[in-house]
Every structure is written in C-alpha cells, then in structure tokens.
C-alpha cells in the first residue's frame, strides 16, 4: 500500500482525501534534442512555479520510486506545504531526508526577488513563469514591487511567445542586476531568501547524480557562515571571493539538495 506523507509536519498519513489540494508533477530532467546544436538539451520538470504562483496553497504529488528525495527538496526550497504518495520502499530514504530537514534551524526569511509579477492565472503565463523560473530569475507573484525590483505583467495579452518573453524579461533586468546566478550547470535551480544582515541559498539538483565545483553568484558582500548537503557531510564552500559588491563560491559537492547561510560583512 502507497503512503501519504504531509511534508510541512513531517507526519505519516494513511487513506487521507487529498480532493482539496493542487497535484504536482513528480520533479526531474528530460533531456530532449536541441535543433540547432544536435545535442541533447535538459528540460527541467519543476513545481517552483507553480509553488510561488501559489505560496498559500496546498498540493499533493504522487512520487515515482526513487524520486522522494528530490520532491521534498524542492518542496523545502519553496517553502511549500505539500501532501506525497509514495512508494514503502522509499520510506527508508524519506526518514533520512525528514531527517536532514528538520536538523536545519528555521530563522523567519523572506523571499527575495528582482521581480515582483502580476500574473492572470492564464496556461501561458504559467509557461512564462515556469521559464523564469528555470532561468533561476527570482521573482514572487504578487504585491507592490519594493525599491529594486522590477514590476513584470504576466497575461495572456502580455505574453505571446513564453521563451522570448523569459528572454526579454532577462535581457530587461541585465544580469548585472540579479540577487543570484549559477554557473557550470542546467539542471540546478536556486531560490534565495533573507532578512536583515542573514540570506539562504537553497540549491536544487534535478541531475540527481552529484555536481562538482558548481559555482555560486550573490549580489552583495557576505561571509558564509555554513553548508549543509543532504548526503555529502564533507561538501564544503570553496573558492570563496569578494569581486566589488558580489560574493561568489563554488561547492565542492552538491548532491540533490543543499542550503547555504550567509551573513551580511
């Protein structure tokens, strides 16, 4: 018998009606064939979107076998309330990551942004913020933009093409400008939350098979404080440089799921 799982308490459910919560499709990489290069192209299947279109809510996902790991992390990089249907077998690597989650201590942050959207609910805006999303340009729906970030209209009259509207957003907001950006991998995607002089960086590895050296861009100068890798207790932050008034790092290892903390200098 599959089991239910409610992440945000991490409690054990059986037989439960899970009729009042939004389905997620389980997380992960296709790879599809690139026209121009003839390569093969990552596609990234992920929720962030649908989870920061939707902060208040609560969702459901049926996990494939071997895929729990992966779910709760993202789950937990966007702060999301979500019910899973797993495989028994996977119970043993649920109790780890639970494990590992709860282990991390919970200070109140805040998402942070370069873009504030407004959105219709319409499909294409939801393509639209998925591929902002998988461009890892931080954003939440939503509010008033504050000081620095940028207002983006998300509609059906807004959006006509959804990739060259990611791009254009991209191309609007400068790379110069973002919070964050990752280098030396496609199939990784971050979110960055924060208050006061202390940010988080959640990394999410949809790869699944462990990334070496990726490297991390923050706007702004920080110290890091602790990294924390679901199953890699010797990955570490290295490499680490101030450049002006960016901080970067590379970690040594990064599994499925890592959290780094930081302090303002």
């Given amino acids: 018998m599959n089991?239910?799982?409610?992440?945000?308490?991490?409690?054990?459910?059986?037989?439960q009606d899970v009729s009042k919560y939004t389905k997620l499709q389980a997380p992960g990489v296709e790879y599809r064939m690139n026209r121009a290069s003839a390569t093969t192209a990552p596609w990234l299947?992920?929720?962030?979107?649908?989870?920061?279109?939707?902060a208040q809510g609560q969702f459901y996902m049926e996990v494939p076998q071997g895929s729990v790991v992966l779910a709760m992390a993202e789950a937990d990089a966007y702060?999301?309330?979500?019910?899973?249907?797993?495989?028994?077998?996977?119970?043993?690597?649920?109790?780890k990551m639970a494990a590992f989650l709860k282990?991390?201590?919970?200070?109140d942050l805040k998402q942070m942004a370069n873009l504030v959207v407004q959105e219709d609910g319409s499909p294409v805006a939801g393509e639209a913020l998925n591929l902002l999303a998988r461009r890892n340009l931080l954003y939440r729906v939503g509010g008033a933009p504050a000081k620095g970030e940028l207002l983006v209209k998300v509609t059906s009259n807004d959006v006509k093409n959804p990739f060259e509207f990611a791009q254009e957003v991209r191309d609007k907001l400068g790379d110069d400008k973002r919070l964050l950006?990752?280098?030396?991998?496609?199939?990784?995607?971050?979110?960055?939350?924060?208050?006061?002089k202390r940010v988080r960086v959640h990394l999410v590895n949809y790869g699944r098979r462990p990334i070496e050296g990726i490297?991390?861009?923050?706007?702004?100068?920080?110290?890091?404080?602790?990294l924390q890798a679901f199953g890699e207790p010797d990955s570490k932050a290295e490499d680490y440089t101030i450049d002006g008034s960016s901080t970067e790092f590379s970690v040594s290892?990064?599994?499925?799921?890592?959290?780094?903390?930081?302090?303002?200098k």
Avoid: C, H, T
């Fill in 45 to 54: 299947n992920s929720n962030s979107w649908r989870m920061k279109r939707n």
């Fill in 253 to 264: 290892k990064l599994p499925m799921y890592a959290v780094v903390d930081l302090v303002a």
């Fill in 181 to 196: 950006r990752i280098f030396g991998s496609e199939v990784v995607l971050a979110n960055l939350r924060g208050s006061g």
């Fill in 79 to 95: 702060g999301a309330d979500v019910v899973f249907k797993i495989d028994p077998k996977d119970r043993p690597e649920y109790d």
């Fill in 215 to 226: 490297r991390v861009r923050l706007a702004g100068k920080y110290q890091i404080e602790k």
């Fill in 3 to 15: 089991l239910l799982i409610a992440f945000a308490s991490l409690v054990l459910f059986e037989g």
């Fill in 103 to 107: 282990a991390i201590e919970r200070p």
